[in-house]
């Protein structure tokens, strides 16, 4: 089986420009999560979605959003960059909740 | 707001010794999960053990759990050079949303 992918790998933006971010999780997998990672704040949870509803909200502002596609694959979007928004972007896929999650390797947002 | 705290935050040994880790949390757990990340990248999944678990075996690895000590304690044993890393603990409430500690990073020198 596939593993986890996200795209694009690397991604350098603008402070004020907005960025979208994809993942297509393990096939079969219909819960997907999303995660910051920085160096002060570490792993932090964004937000999960299972068969494209949002069931679970991490505390970040409003510029940070998702959704889940009709076939699990789900993208996340962050508007109005900061450069406090530079993170390594991490998105994971499992079979429902209290499973194992497998993440993908990653975006890396550099926000300038 | 980081649920484990891992112990140490880093270890450095030589390769065929064997590396211990440990990771307190707070609150009532579903599952606990062990990963593994290198300079930056995805993490790996190493192992699941669920709160009715004491503990469980993956190759190398094996992991214990304590639920009235809120701790678990990761194990690597005869550790490799491939083992150099960071290790993460994440806890599972049951709501699908992993909470992680700030990590321990290993290193295995040859």
């Known amino acids: 089986k596939a593993g986890v992918t996200q795209t694009p790998r690397y991604l350098i933006k603008t402070r004020g420009q907005q960025v979208t971010l994809s993942c297509s999780p393990i096939?079969?997998?219909?819960?997907v999560s999303w995660y910051q990672q920085t160096p002060g704040q570490g792993l932090q949870f964004l937000f999960e979605?299972?068969?494209?509803?949002?069931?679970n909200k991490g505390n970040f502002p409003g510029r940070f959003s998702g959704r889940q596609f009709s076939n699990s694959r789900s993208e996340m979007n962050v508007s109005t960059l900061e450069l406090g928004d530079s993170a390594l972007y991490l998105c994971?896929?499992?079979?429902?909740?209290?499973?194992?999650?497998?993440f993908g390797p990653g975006t890396r947002l550099t926000v300038t | 707001s980081q649920q484990g705290e891992e112990d140490p935050q880093a270890l450095s040994i030589q390769e065929g010794e064997n590396a211990t880790m440990n990771c307190s949390y707070k609150t009532s757990i579903n599952n606990l999960q062990w990963y593994r990340q290198n300079s930056g990248r995805g993490l790996v999944h190493l192992i699941l053990?669920?709160?009715?678990?004491r503990e469980k075996h993956s190759g190398r690895l094996r992991v214990t759990l304590d639920t009235s000590k809120k701790s678990s304690s990761l194990l690597i044993t005869a550790s490799r050079a491939a083992d150099t890393a960071s290790y993460f603990c994440?806890?599972?409430?049951?709501?699908?949303?992993?909470?992680f500690g700030k990590g321990t990073m290993l290193l295995v020198s040859p």
């Open positions: 979605y299972f068969s494209e509803t949002q069931r």
């Open positions: 096939s079969g997998h219909r819960s």
């Open positions: 053990i669920r709160s009715n678990e």
């Open positions: 994440a806890t599972d409430e049951g709501y699908s949303t992993l909470t």
């Open positions: 994971a896929s499992s079979l429902d909740r209290g499973n194992e999650q497998y």
